[in-house]
Protein backbone atom coordinates (compact mmCIF):
# COMPACT_ATOMS: atom_id res chain seq x y z
CA UNK A 1 0.00 0.00 0.00
CA UNK A 2 1.45 3.42 -0.61
CA UNK A 3 1.53 5.94 2.04
CA UNK A 4 4.04 7.67 4.40
CA UNK A 5 6.01 6.02 7.23
CA UNK A 6 7.48 8.03 9.85
CA UNK A 7 9.00 6.25 12.61
CA UNK A 8 10.19 5.81 15.20
CA UNK A 9 6.47 6.51 16.76
CA UNK A 10 7.77 7.77 19.86
CA UNK A 11 11.25 9.01 20.55
CA UNK A 12 12.61 9.91 23.92
CA UNK A 13 15.74 12.01 24.20
CA UNK A 14 18.25 13.68 26.71
CA UNK A 15 18.12 17.31 26.51
CA UNK A 16 21.27 18.53 24.34
CA UNK A 17 21.19 15.83 21.77
CA UNK A 18 20.25 16.29 18.62
CA UNK A 19 18.08 13.73 16.95
CA UNK A 20 16.38 12.94 13.53
CA UNK A 21 13.21 11.67 12.94
CA UNK A 22 12.82 9.54 9.69
CA UNK A 23 9.77 10.29 6.36
CA UNK A 24 9.32 7.77 3.84
CA UNK A 25 6.66 7.77 1.12
CA UNK A 26 6.25 5.55 -1.34
CA UNK A 27 3.18 7.56 -3.63
CA UNK A 28 5.76 9.46 -5.77
CA UNK A 29 5.09 12.52 -4.42
CA UNK A 30 7.39 15.84 -5.21
CA UNK A 31 6.79 17.92 -2.30
CA UNK A 32 6.84 16.97 1.38
CA UNK A 33 6.20 18.90 4.26
CA UNK A 34 7.04 18.96 8.64
CA UNK A 35 4.51 19.90 10.72
CA UNK A 36 4.83 20.54 14.91
CA UNK A 37 1.77 19.83 17.39
CA UNK A 38 1.71 20.72 20.77
CA UNK A 39 -0.95 19.44 22.78
CA UNK A 40 -4.09 21.18 22.19
CA UNK A 41 -2.79 23.29 19.46
CA UNK A 42 -3.42 23.22 15.57
CA UNK A 43 -0.27 21.76 13.43
CA UNK A 44 2.57 24.45 13.02
CA UNK A 45 5.04 24.33 9.50
CA UNK A 46 8.45 23.75 10.38
CA UNK A 47 10.32 23.19 6.75
CA UNK A 48 8.73 22.16 3.26
CA UNK A 49 10.50 20.72 0.13
CA UNK A 50 8.87 21.18 -3.37
CA UNK A 51 11.40 19.30 -5.29
CA UNK A 52 14.98 16.96 -4.02
CA UNK A 53 17.71 19.04 -2.86
CA UNK A 54 15.46 22.02 -2.28
CA UNK A 55 13.74 23.26 0.82
CA UNK A 56 12.04 26.58 2.36
CA UNK A 57 11.65 27.15 6.49
CA UNK A 58 8.14 27.26 7.62
CA UNK A 59 6.71 29.41 10.63
CA UNK A 60 8.84 28.02 13.37
CA UNK A 61 12.07 26.61 11.44
CA UNK A 62 14.46 27.81 14.57
CA UNK A 63 16.18 24.39 16.12
CA UNK A 64 15.61 22.43 13.22
CA UNK A 65 16.94 21.15 10.11
CA UNK A 66 16.25 18.89 6.91
CA UNK A 67 17.61 17.56 3.97
CA UNK A 68 16.20 15.93 0.67
CA UNK A 69 18.01 14.34 -1.22
CA UNK A 70 15.87 11.24 -2.24
CA UNK A 71 12.52 11.94 -3.55
CA UNK A 72 10.64 9.26 -1.19
CA UNK A 73 13.14 10.58 2.08
CA UNK A 74 12.60 14.10 3.94
CA UNK A 75 14.41 13.23 7.85
CA UNK A 76 14.10 16.28 10.43
CA UNK A 77 16.97 16.89 12.57
CA UNK A 78 15.45 18.74 15.44
CA UNK A 79 18.99 20.40 17.35
CA UNK A 80 19.75 21.10 20.57
CA UNK A 81 19.20 25.01 19.64
CA UNK A 82 15.09 23.62 19.70
CA UNK A 83 14.05 25.39 23.12
CA UNK A 84 10.91 23.35 23.11
CA UNK A 85 11.25 20.22 21.56
CA UNK A 86 8.98 17.97 23.12
CA UNK A 87 5.87 17.91 21.32
CA UNK A 88 4.11 15.68 18.06
CA UNK A 89 5.76 15.59 14.83
CA UNK A 90 3.99 14.89 11.45
CA UNK A 91 5.21 14.41 8.02
CA UNK A 92 2.90 15.15 4.84
CA UNK A 93 3.33 15.07 0.85
CA UNK A 94 1.78 16.40 -1.93
CA UNK A 95 1.97 15.76 -5.70
CA UNK A 96 3.45 19.03 -7.23
CA UNK A 97 1.97 20.77 -10.09
CA UNK A 98 -1.31 19.43 -11.10
CA UNK A 99 -2.55 23.36 -10.96
CA UNK A 100 -1.39 22.89 -7.31
CA UNK A 101 -4.92 21.48 -5.63
CA UNK A 102 -3.47 18.47 -4.76
CA UNK A 103 -4.53 17.63 -0.67
CA UNK A 104 -1.57 16.69 1.65
CA UNK A 105 -1.47 13.23 2.86
CA UNK A 106 -0.13 12.57 6.41
CA UNK A 107 2.03 10.06 8.09
CA UNK A 108 0.77 8.87 11.65
CA UNK A 109 3.64 10.80 13.51
CA UNK A 110 6.29 10.71 16.11
CA UNK A 111 5.84 11.79 19.37
CA UNK A 112 9.28 13.38 20.57
CA UNK A 113 9.72 13.40 24.23
CA UNK A 114 13.02 15.35 25.72
CA UNK A 115 13.79 15.10 29.38
CA UNK B 1 -1.60 34.44 3.13
CA UNK B 2 -5.45 33.20 4.03
CA UNK B 3 -6.36 32.53 7.21
CA UNK B 4 -9.12 30.52 8.65
CA UNK B 5 -11.36 31.65 11.33
CA UNK B 6 -13.50 27.88 13.28
CA UNK B 7 -15.46 27.81 16.33
CA UNK B 8 -13.50 25.92 18.79
CA UNK B 9 -16.01 23.14 19.42
CA UNK B 10 -19.36 21.66 18.61
CA UNK B 11 -21.44 18.78 19.31
CA UNK B 12 -23.67 16.69 17.02
CA UNK B 13 -26.45 14.16 17.65
CA UNK B 14 -25.39 10.44 16.14
CA UNK B 15 -27.36 10.00 13.03
CA UNK B 16 -27.93 14.02 12.30
CA UNK B 17 -26.20 16.17 9.79
CA UNK B 18 -22.91 17.79 11.35
CA UNK B 19 -22.24 21.46 9.78
CA UNK B 20 -18.98 22.72 10.53
CA UNK B 21 -18.50 26.44 9.17
CA UNK B 22 -14.98 27.77 8.37
CA UNK B 23 -14.61 31.42 7.54
CA UNK B 24 -11.56 32.82 5.23
CA UNK B 25 -12.61 36.01 4.03
CA UNK B 26 -8.79 37.32 2.79
CA UNK B 27 -8.48 34.13 0.03
CA UNK B 28 -7.49 34.37 -3.13
CA UNK B 29 -8.91 33.44 -6.32
CA UNK B 30 -7.07 30.68 -7.22
CA UNK B 31 -6.63 29.13 -3.74
CA UNK B 32 -8.73 25.85 -2.12
CA UNK B 33 -10.06 25.07 0.37
CA UNK B 34 -9.53 22.00 2.17
CA UNK B 35 -11.22 20.08 5.17
CA UNK B 36 -9.16 17.52 7.39
CA UNK B 37 -9.81 15.74 10.45
CA UNK B 38 -7.68 14.10 13.16
CA UNK B 39 -8.35 11.74 15.59
CA UNK B 40 -6.17 11.63 18.85
CA UNK B 41 -2.61 10.64 18.42
CA UNK B 42 -2.90 10.24 14.46
CA UNK B 43 -2.44 12.17 11.73
CA UNK B 44 -5.00 14.46 9.87
CA UNK B 45 -7.29 12.30 7.51
CA UNK B 46 -8.07 14.68 4.24
CA UNK B 47 -11.58 14.63 3.29
CA UNK B 48 -12.72 17.09 0.44
CA UNK B 49 -11.48 19.99 -1.02
CA UNK B 50 -13.33 23.01 -3.68
CA UNK B 51 -12.31 26.16 -5.08
CA UNK B 52 -15.61 27.47 -5.69
CA UNK B 53 -18.16 24.61 -6.40
CA UNK B 54 -19.87 22.48 -4.56
CA UNK B 55 -18.20 19.50 -3.88
CA UNK B 56 -19.36 15.72 -2.59
CA UNK B 57 -17.76 12.25 -1.85
CA UNK B 58 -18.19 9.52 -0.29
CA UNK B 59 -17.48 10.88 2.88
CA UNK B 60 -18.58 14.60 3.32
CA UNK B 61 -19.94 17.92 1.40
CA UNK B 62 -18.34 20.83 1.03
CA UNK B 63 -20.41 24.24 0.35
CA UNK B 64 -18.04 26.95 -0.77
CA UNK B 65 -20.16 30.83 -0.75
CA UNK B 66 -20.71 32.50 -3.59
CA UNK B 67 -18.41 35.04 -2.57
CA UNK B 68 -15.47 32.35 -1.54
CA UNK B 69 -15.66 33.87 2.26
CA UNK B 70 -16.92 31.29 3.54
CA UNK B 71 -17.36 27.22 3.73
CA UNK B 72 -19.21 24.69 5.41
CA UNK B 73 -18.30 20.91 5.80
CA UNK B 74 -21.31 18.64 5.85
CA UNK B 75 -21.12 15.05 7.49
CA UNK B 76 -24.58 13.66 6.89
CA UNK B 77 -25.19 10.92 9.46
CA UNK B 78 -22.78 11.53 11.82
CA UNK B 79 -21.55 8.75 13.57
CA UNK B 80 -19.37 8.18 16.90
CA UNK B 81 -16.47 7.37 14.56
CA UNK B 82 -17.13 10.85 13.50
CA UNK B 83 -15.16 12.26 16.52
CA UNK B 84 -12.30 14.43 16.05
CA UNK B 85 -10.82 17.61 15.07
CA UNK B 86 -11.50 19.04 11.77
CA UNK B 87 -9.40 21.66 10.35
CA UNK B 88 -10.46 23.65 6.94
CA UNK B 89 -6.73 25.58 5.21
CA UNK B 90 -6.36 26.89 2.68
CA UNK B 91 -3.40 26.71 0.82
CA UNK B 92 -0.90 30.10 0.06
CA UNK B 93 -1.20 31.76 -2.83
CA UNK B 94 1.80 31.04 -4.97
CA UNK B 95 3.52 28.16 -2.86
CA UNK B 96 3.00 24.63 -1.43
CA UNK B 97 2.19 25.72 1.65
CA UNK B 98 -0.47 24.43 3.65
CA UNK B 99 -1.79 26.45 6.60
CA UNK B 100 -3.40 25.22 9.45
CA UNK B 101 -5.45 26.76 11.86
CA UNK B 102 -6.59 25.30 15.47
CA UNK B 103 -9.38 23.63 13.77
CA UNK B 104 -13.21 22.32 15.47
CA UNK B 105 -13.40 19.47 17.78
CA UNK B 106 -16.57 17.75 16.89
CA UNK B 107 -18.03 15.42 19.58
CA UNK B 108 -20.82 13.30 18.49
CA UNK B 109 -23.13 12.10 20.74
CA UNK B 110 -24.76 9.04 21.40
Known amino acids: DGGITQSPKYLFRKEGQNVTLSCEQN?????MYWYRQDPGQGLRLIYYSQIVNDFQKGDIAEGYSVSREKKESFPLTVTSAQKNPTAFYLC????FGAGGNSPLHFGNGTRLTVT | DAKTTQPTSMDCAEGRAANLPCNHSTISGNEYVYWYRQIHSQGPQYIIHGLKNNETNEMASLIITEDRKSSTLILPHATLRDTAVYYCIVRASGTYKYIFGTGTRLKVLA
Open chain 1, 27 to 31: LNHDA
Open chain 1, 92 to 95: ASSI
